[in-house]
């Protein structure tokens, strides 16, 4: 079920009023309920994927928490007895058993997404090793085909069963409860990464009927489908055409194919995003927020804090800082040190976590290599801009450029475009061809094209055009209004009319300007299929 | 509180009017172009006092003209025809026109047997969009729709043509409440003359079995028509192109045989009827024209009222003025469609083509 | 150090050790790859489009592309035929070459191929099949079909459709079909 499908809005409304209707301790029995429905439209023999996850997750909690126990409580009975040398390999002896069990839950859930979304392209891999080789017997492909959400759930599982073991919070005793934190619907297409700690606040309290959580809500869920079907969808026409036809769409086309990708990926997630955290405020459950005017960032490392921030986190929590800190780390880095002094001793940890983060980035939004060249080489800019930080900084005390406008403008754009480039091995999906288009943005030379009736080949008109350009320029002054706090709670406080007339407008422009229905192709969220 | 409450509700009821506005300027208006798009709701506003209903796809709605029924026989008819309506649509739009009134006689053309699927959207529009809300037209959407179809946009069609906001014209405006009328009691008239040069050999086929999907519903028309002591008349009209086979034609006697109904195949009478292929079709063979209608009309009154004994009514007082009526304005277009095709060498403004000379052979 | 052992193990069952750049795995990510277009006569790719092809005396008639330049290549046809379409603007038409038919439909003021049809033996598919070959051979030629029903053997390569009519083990006709939704 599509966010943007008639059937969806369907269920929403039908879930919005039963659960106002009912109980309020079964509200969050229903939202599970709501969950495996929506999840089961995608093929209910998923369900059985994301039960083995719920239910494994659940159980190593439960081990977890019993070995905690028994530690805190022999700890506690014995308090006089022991040493402090006991007491640490006490301590020590127990984590490992619990550390026992972690792992066991972490290469099953971790293994069924390996082998799930990663089998094929290793089997490939394998098959081109072979190929080189002269081998013939290539190994059959499986085919699987990914069950929704998968790397949003397995990593929500992951986290949450990591922070038990880390003890930031005891286990969750209700399996229901954990079976709806883990497929709660709203988030399982594409994100939020949500912690447990914090979304168990609000999912599994009693809610009543709020007029203004539910009228922000809705007003969210209706510009989340502005973005989506009235600029994303139509834009992805010309970015198709664009993309899938490497041989004719060259030089400045890759500049356009490039520009409008950004603004349609951004359209597209943040969209989805706001419908995903509507739907849950109507449901009086608060998500984490996934983006923060990532275009306005003036660095990478800074768009990365603000773009899928809930990943960002996830993948810092969970692999950079373990990796970093980790003792085989802090033994690797002392022994740099010594051999080859504290400039590199320094660096080594953080190289090798980071790297290893951005290869892991990259091969989560997809398993192929275009995406791991894609993860490397954000890596790679951000490795480099770090490593030139001294040089910024001395730039900037000679020039004091820094807070004029035009210069933060400058690193905006630069920021942008620096993201667009990359993006790029995310459209053609092959590396080669991307490094030739690049190429072509400089030898083409089909600059005047453009604006001799090239735009006008890209499958879009002018009106589209100019629905196009008036839905970017609402969005950016949306974000820039949201600089300064709420759009809601500021068009909140205007008279009805002006209220009414906005929410009226932004309804009939989905409606009338949506590129929905017969003559559009149904797309789906960019990010659905992880 | 109240006041709230008030303001919402206003602001709705506001909402939904536009809506609705929006919604009847959007559909399209098939006055100027595809003018077939026009005959299913130009019912709604006829007398509903028939004795023979048409149902079928244009082989019914080019090729019956009531108004010759009517004058030679005294028999009053509407063709409940729409382009490429299929044999679940025939059947549902009998069913609704049942609810209207009751005919003695229900006339099917039965090409539509050869589809035993839905076939293209922008047909299945033409037969759905202006139909009235009832069951039968919900069971016929379902039936009706292809798979990535939303059954919703049909109900609320400002869904599907939501698109057409940079495609408006002025006739959208014109038309937007109301149309003029289109057809002659479902007829469409066309004087144009486009002789049959070639009759296309039809491919051959692996199955000239029909599918199980259309014997279901002519079963059920056949059942709909006895339940409601209805004769049920199944034709085949004489239209040279699509291909009719000779395996096909067998099945529908067949059919007819074991049913015991009426069925004739006017394709092979086309020359006892008196059509002359080479002025009576607009089109090369596909559709009749405004002459070979009115023969194959004139054909099928004696039929109607000498086997089926459907009544002649001229004698009576209301209905003669109203079909007098009709007949004036079927004779006023008449001579219009030939002012038209003197002074432009097509029929301009009756959704005909330019006739493009150099394509003829 | 077992911790980064563990991620470290993970992470190579994640990815597979392959190093060469074999990368058209296509759509996992789910985005414009997936999508499907509706645009199928994308004709500046005719020439090398995968799909059925006819060909008669070195004029190629692939599916779903343009049609004129075809037509003008295979000549003047015996007969032709304009079928317009109930409706809508715009003829289907059919060209009658004696052994073989070519039909196209309207898009957007373009004609369309649409179908060929092999009327008797002297012409044959690229791959040498003719009316009057055997269900062997067929199969020989193109392998198992995708359906064989009522003798209506089909095949599909990109958005081509090969048929063929086989009774008794003969082949009885042959047609290539563009794969368009309501032709």
Redesign the interface.
Known sequence: MLFTSFQFILFLTVLFVVYYLIPKKFQWMLLLLASYIFYSFAGSKYLFYILITTVSTYFTGRMLNQIQSISAAYLKENKETLTREDRKAYKAGMKKKQRRWLTICLLLNLGILGVIKYLDFTIGNINSVLDLLKVNNNLPLMGFVLPLGISFYTFMSVGYIIDVYREKYSYEKNIAKLALFISFFPQVIQGPISRFDELKETLFAEHSFNTTNISFGLQRILFGFFKKVVIADRLLVAVNTIVRDPSEYQGVYVLVGMFFYAIELYADFTGGIDITIGVAQVLGVKLPENFERPYFSKSIVEYWRRWHITMGTWFKDYIFFPISVSKSMLNLSKSCRARFGDAIGKRVPVYIATIVTWFATGIWHGAAWNFVVWGLGNCLVILVSQECMPLYDKFHNRFHVQHTLWYRLFQVMRTFWLMSFLRTFDCYRNVPTTFKMYGTIITKGNYQELFQGGLMQLGLTLSDYIVVIFGVVLLLMVSLLQRNGSVREKLAAKPYIIRYATYFAILLAILILGAYGVGYNASQFIYSQF | MKKKILINIAAVCFAVLILFLLQELFMPKYVSEIREGSLIEEYYDDEKDNDVIFIGDCEVYENFSPITLWEKYGITSFIRGSAQQLIWQSYYLLEETLKYEKPEVVVFNVLSMKYDVPQKEAYNRLTLDKMKLSMSKINDITASMMEDESFISYIFPLLRYHSRWSELTWDDFKYMFHKPKISHNGFLMRVDVKPVTVIPEGRKLADYQFGQNSYDYLDKMTKLCKENDIELILIKAPSTYPYWYDEWDAQMVQYAEENNLAYYNFLEMSSEIGIDFNTDTYDAGLHLNLSGAEKMSNYFGKILSEEFKVPDRRNELDTSMVWEKKADYYYTMKEDQLRELAEYGYLKSYGALVQNNDTED | ????????A??L???????????????????????????NQ?D??DADKEGYKFTINDVTVPMNVKADSILEALGEPL??????S????GMDK?Y?YGSY?VNTYPNEGTDIIS?V?LKDDTVATEEGIYIGSTLAEVIEAYGEAESS????YTYTLGDSKL?L?IKNDVV??I?YLAVV??L
């Open positions: 150090m077992k911790r980064f052992v563990v991620i470290i993970v992470m069952l994640l990815v597979g050790c392959g190093n060469t750049d074999k990368d058209d795995q296509g759509d996992n990510a789910g985005n414009n790859n997936s999508q499907e277009s509706n645009d994308d500046s790719a007969e032709s035929f304009e079928a317009p109930c409706a809508f603007q059919i009658n038919e179908a049809d029903e009522n003798g209506l048929t009519i009885e006709a047609t939704e309501g």
